[in-house]
Nanobody, 127 residues
Framework: QVQLVESGGGLVQAGDSLRLSCAFS????????MAWFRQAPQAPGTEREF???????????EYTDSVKSRFTISRDNAKKMVYLQMNSLESEETGVYYC?????????????????WGQGTQVTVSS
């Protein structure tokens, strides 16, 4: 059974840092592209926003423009873990952060292309 479990969310002040973790229960972690998405609180029911993605080899990495130079996505294939280091957080980045997985090296910025999702972890950034 494939399962993703996020952790590391919390309440922080603007300018603070958080590190999100995602544990992926799967027989073979390699072969999956991983990504982090965000669901803003004022937009429930809308498509989740792509934040960052990483290919299964760890070399193909992409970020949404607003987080470049502040966020870092990484993965540890041996531990079947994906991380999102978030620095200099802004209040607009409050929301539920989801870890997602799709088969294959080619990643996508569309949530509809990811077949596996975690339950999400809340990140609240106070201004």
């Amino acid at each position: 059974q494939v399962q993703l479990v996020e952790s590391g969310g919390g309440l922080v002040q603007a300018g603070d840092s958080l590190r999100l973790s995602c544990a992926f229960s799967v027989r073979t972690f390699s072969g999956y592209t991983m990504a982090w998405f965000r669901q803003a609180p004022q937009a429930p029911g809308t498509e989740r926003e792509f934040v960052a993605g990483i290919g299964w080899k760890g070399a193909n990495i992409e970020y949404t423009d607003s987080v470049k130079s502040r966020f870092t996505i990484s993965r540890d294939n041996a531990k079947k873990m994906v991380y999102l280091q978030m620095n200099s957080l802004e209040s607009e980045e409050t929301g539920v952060y989801y870890c997602a997985a799709k088969v294959g090296e080619s990643y996508s910025r569309s949530a509809y292309d990811y077949g596996y999702w975690g339950q999400g972890t809340q990140v609240t950034v106070s201004s």
